[in-house]
């Protein structure tokens, strides 16, 4: 399952201003390793969110008012 | 009588000039050349299937029947059906609503949105059997597998078009938000949010892509709250579509490569922010390295200054002992010449020379003076090797 669009450009976000601020070199050791731990984990998790395999296509369907997803099956492209 | 009769079928060309559009919905105008000029009536019949505004300044061709209206006794043409001249219904038509949107903003940029920074979900507004859906659908398999896709299918030509895609538009819309407010109530919807829609159809003749051109479909663009890219395969003209849409490319394939761009240049970032990490953490340790290196040369300088005064204490020390030695052995020559002076000056020497000394056995008193001396005295002479005794015989007193 892909990851949540929103929590993804939060995690990027993080990352990004993680990176400045180990960047800038004013903290101690300590909270450098602690902010650099935590940017590697959210570099990981960024990046196997984008690799992430799985994927689902489907069919938007309307029936009376109501929508319902359906599997898509690729096979039944014809093309134009 | 004549004269309709005459006239039953003609075709005019002018200029519309004082068009007016009557609360009947009948249209009245002049139609006028260079010479002459001919009243105009186009009744709400004929003109209700107009695709397009006649306006003052039209150049048109019209085609219908001379009548004479009763009341002013005037001639005038009957109109059936006007055309444009030198452009076509449909293409005026598109002209006109196309002003018409962009009067009233549809396709200003202050109202486009930005594309998601990463879609994870995209909704495709397309015919579920057309070449379009084929082709995205592949690239994306190809360059973005975890893009999961929500296929809106609808008729892309033909009458219902329109309608359909831009309901099609709107669905997607009102699912991506059930799926925001269910929040897991629903199953299967649940956290299929629909991050970008791509509206799209291969290429295709004008008349083909003419769905994308209508007014229903660029208002449901436009309504969109989800960001709408419009692709639709041509050439040449943008379709309204690609105006109002929040970003436009020429082919459905080109849509799906945006997101396969997007993933990429993600992890291209994310790659390097993680460099960046890695750099910073190290330089970090590094400086800390560097600091602790000069804090402990701080505190080794005093073992320095110590070292440094026992090489001085090394290098005084030497330095005393030869003054020692020196000192010694001026002393020792001294010393020499001394003994030297003293071997010099003993009575000893004196008598090797030849010299001899004497005195009195009596008191072993040397003698100096003879006058001490009287006859039969006994006197012990000692010379440079032995020594003998003798007596006076005779004094004399010099």
Known sequence: MAKDKQSFEEDLKRLQKIVEELAEGKLTLGESLKKYEEGVKLAQGCSQALSDAQRKVELLMKKEGKSSLEEFDEKGIKGD | ?398
Not at chain 2, 313 to 323: A, F, K, P, Q, R
């Open chain 2, 1 to 398: 009588m004549i004269l309709e009769n005459t006239f039953a079928d003609v075709w005019i060309e002018g200029e519309v000039s004082n068009f007016k559009a009557a609360p009947s919905g009948h249209f009245y105008f002049s139609l006028k050349d260079k010479d002459s000029v001919i009243a105009a009536a186009m009744f709400s019949r004929s003109n209700k299937d107009l695709k397009f505004k006649i306006e003052d300044g039209l150049k048109a061709i019209c085609r219908g029947r001379i009548d004479v209206y009763p009341p002013r006794g005037q001639y005038q043409l009957i109109v059936d059906n006007l055309e444009p001249k030198g452009i076509g219904a449909q293409q005026l038509a598109f002209e006109q609503l196309k002003k018409k949107l962009a009067k009233e903003g549809l396709f200003d940029s202050a109202h486009k949105k930005e594309l998601p920074v990463m879609p994870f979900s995209v909704g495709i507004v397309t015919s579920s059997t057309g070449a379009a859906v084929r082709d995205i659908l592949q690239i994306l398999k190809k360059g973005a597998r975890g893009v999961n896709v929500v296929i809106r299918s609808v008729r892309v030509q033909g009458e219902k078009a329109a309608s359909e895609i831009a309901e099609g538009i709107n669905d997607l819309n009102k699912f991506s938000r059930q799926a925001d407010e269910s929040g897991g109530g629903i199953p299967h919807i649940a956290g299929n949010k629909v991050d970008m829609i791509i509206v799209s159809r291969g290429g295709g003749s004008v008349e083909d892509l003419w769905a994308f051109n209508e007014e229903l479909v660029a208002r449901a663009i436009y309504a969109s709250r989800i960001p709408v890219v419009s692709a639709v395969g041509h050439q040449i003209n943008l379709t309204l579509s690609d105006l109002v849409a929040d970003f436009f490319v020429e082919t459905p394939s080109a849509a799906a490569k945006i997101i396969v761009d997007k993933k990429n240049s993600l992890l291209a970032e994310i790659d390097n922010l993680q460099h960046q990490l890695n750099f910073s953490i190290q330089e970090t340790i590094n400086n800390l390295n560097n600091s602790v290196i000069a804090l402990r040369h701080t505190l080794k300088s005093p073992l320095d200054r110590l070292l440094e005064k026992q090489q001085l204490l090394d290098e005084l020390y030497s330095g005393l002992s030869n003054n020692m030695r020196s000192f010694l052995k001026l002393t020792r020559e001294t010393a020499g010449s001394y003994i030297k002076r003293l071997e010099a000056l003993s009575p000893l020497a004196v008598l090797s020379r030849g010299y001899s000394l004497s005195m009195a056995i009596s008191n072993d008193v040397i003698i100096k003076d003879a006058s001490g001396l009287k006859p039969k005295d006994k006197v012990k002479t000692i010379l440079g090797k032995g020594s003998f005794i003798s007596t006076v015989e005779e004094v004399n007193n010099g």
